[in-house]
C-alpha cells in the first residue's frame, strides 16, 4: 500500500504546486532534516479498507505539509512519512518545538474529526484512533541530485535521519534528535518537553546517541471541535421503508457510497464530490437533476449492532424548501435488514403538500432499485462491478451542471 500512496501523493502534491524543487546544486550543504512519520495501521485486505487506508494517509500527510511553518521543503512522500529538509542554518530549539506542536495537534484534530464524523465502518475507517506520529530530527551534510528526472536528496546524514526511525525508544509518540542537533540551552522549555537520553547500533554507521521526548502533554493543547449541524424532525414527514435480503453492514455500505447513489436514486443523473475525501459526517456533496441541483451535507452517522442510521440535510433550492432526510436500518438477521427513509421538510406547508405524493412514490421506486443492486452478492463486488456504468455517469456531469 505504501507505494500506492506514493504515487497518488507525488501527483497530488505537484498538481497543488506544494512541493517546489529547485535547481540541484551538486554540492554539499549543511540542511535541517525532519521527518514527520505516521504509525498505527494494520495489514488491510479487501479493496474498501486499502482505499479508504490511502485516502487517511493522504489527508493526513497534507495536513503535516499544510502545517510546516519553518519553511521546510518536501524532499520526499515516503509512504506513510513526509521527509522535509531546510538548506541553511539549523532552526533554534524553540523553532522545533513550535514546529512539532503545530504539526501534532493538527494530525491529532485530523483524527477526532474521522472517530467523530465518520461513515464508513471498514477496517481502516475504524481503526483511524490507533495512529500515532513521531518527529525525526536531523542536521548535517547533504547533496540534491536528480537521476531519471527525479529529485533525490542524497548523503550519509540522509541515510542516518532514516535509520534512526528505527531506535531504542520505548514511546508511540516522540519528538527525536541526534546530538549535534541543538545548541546545549535547555532554558525555559515548553512544558510538555522532557529529555531523555538513548542510543542505538547501526550496521555501517555504529553507535548513535540521540535525545528525546514524549509528546503525550501536547495532548492537553488540542481543541475541542465545533459541533456538527443538529438533525431538524417534524411530527410527519414523507416515509417509506422496504425489507432487504443483505445483512445489515453490506446494505449500509452501499447506502452511503456515494458514487452509487446515481444508480439507484430515482431522478438523479449524477452526484458530484471531491473522490479524495472519504464520505463522513460535514461532507458535501451535490445530486445532479434534470432541471435542479441539490446540495447536501452528511449530518448524522449513528452505528450499533442492531441498527444504522445515515442523515443528510439538502439546502433550499428553486424547486425545494430545505430538507433532511434520514435512512434507519434495521437488522432482521445475519443476512436480512429492513429500510426505512424518512424525508423531513423545512418551510411552508403548503409547498410541502404540492410535493408530497409525488415524493413518496419517487422513494418508494427508489428503494425498490437499492433492493434490487443491494442484494447482488457480494455488495463490495457490485460497486466494483458497476464503475464502468459510473464512470460514464461523472464524464456527464458537464451536461447536467449546466
Known amino acids: 500500500m505504501s507505494q500506492f500512496i506514493d504515487n497518488i501523493l507525488k501527483t497530488k502534491l505537484l498538481l497543488l504546486n506544494k512541493i517546489k524543487f529547485i535547481a540541484v546544486s551538486n554540492q554539499i550543504e549543511r540542511a535541517f532534516l525532519l521527518i514527520p512519520d505516521i504509525s498505527g495501521f494494520t495489514h488491510f485486505v479487501n479493496n474498501t479498507e486499502i482505499i479508504h487506508g490511502v485516502h487517511i494517509i493522504s489527508e493526513l500527510l497534507e495536513s503535516i505539509i499544510d502545517n510546516n511553518i519553518l519553511g521546510l521543503k518536501v524532499a520526499e512522500i515516503e509512504g506513510d512519512a513526509v521527509f522535509f529538509y531546510r538548506k541553511g542554518q539549523m532552526p533554534s530549539a524553540q523553532e522545533l518545538y513550535q514546529q512539532t506542536e503545530q504539526m501534532y495537534i493538527a494530525f491529532h484534530q485530523q483524527l477526532m474529526l474521522y472517530e467523530r464524523d465518520r461513515i464508513c465502518s471498514c477496517g481502516a475507517c475504524s481503526t483511524v484512533n490507533n495512529l500515532k506520529i513521531k518527529f525525526i530530527s536531523h542536521y548535517g551534510d547533504v547533496v540534491e541530485r536528480t537521476i531519471y528526472n527525479h529529485f533525490q536528496l542524497m548523503g ?184 426505512k427513509v424518512e424525508i423531513h421538510f423545512k418551510g411552508s406547508f403548503i409547498k410541502e403538500t404540492m410535493i408530497r405524493v409525488g415524493m413518496k412514490n419517487v422513494l418508494k421506486g427508489s428503494l425498490k432499485k437499492f433492493k434490487k443492486l443491494c442484494e447482488k452478492e457480494p455488495v463490495s463486488e457490485t460497486v466494483e462491478q458497476l464503475k464502468p456504468e459510473l464512470r460514464r455517469l461523472r464524464a456527464n456531469k458537464n451536461k447536467y451542471a449546466k
Request: glycine residues 4%; hydrophobic residues 35%.
Open 156 to 339: 550519509s546524514d540522509v541515510t542516518l535521519v532514516h535509520k534512526l526511525l528505527k531506535n531504542n525508544i520505548n514511546e508511540n509518540e516522540y519528538l527525536l534528535f541526534s546530538d549535534n542537533d541543538h545548541d546545549k540551552k535547555l532554558n525555559n522549555l515548553p512544558y510538555w518537553v522532557k529529555f531523555e537520553s538513548e542510543s542505538s547500533e547501526y550496521l555501517g554507521i555504529g553507535k548513535v546517541t540521540y535525545r528525546f521526548t514524549s509528546l503525550k502533554g501536547l495532548k492537553k493543547q488540542i481543541p475541542v471541535l465545533t459541533p456538527r449541524r443538529k438533525f431538524e424532525s417534524i411530527d410527519n414527514p414523507i416515509s417509506t421503508s422496504i425489507s432487504i435480503n443483505v445483512g445489515i453492514v453490506d446494505a449500509f455500505t452501499f447506502l452511503t457510497d456515494l458514487d452509487s447513489k446515481a444508480l439507484w436514486m430515482n431522478g438523479l443523473k449524477n452526484v458530484k464530490y471531491k473522490p479524495e475525501r472519504i464520505d463522513r459526517i460535514g461532507t458535501l456533496h451535490d445530486c445532479i437533476l434534470p432541471l435542479n441541483t441539490l446540495h447536501f451535507e452528511s449530518i448524522e452517522n449513528s452505528i450499533s449492532n442492531d441498527q444504522m442510521i445515515y442523515s443528510e440535510y439538502a439546502e433550499a433550492s428553486v424547486l425545494f424548501p430545505a430538507f433532511y432526510q434520514k435512512f434507519i436500518l434495521n437488522k432482521i438477521d445475519e443476512n436480512n435488514c429492513k429500510l
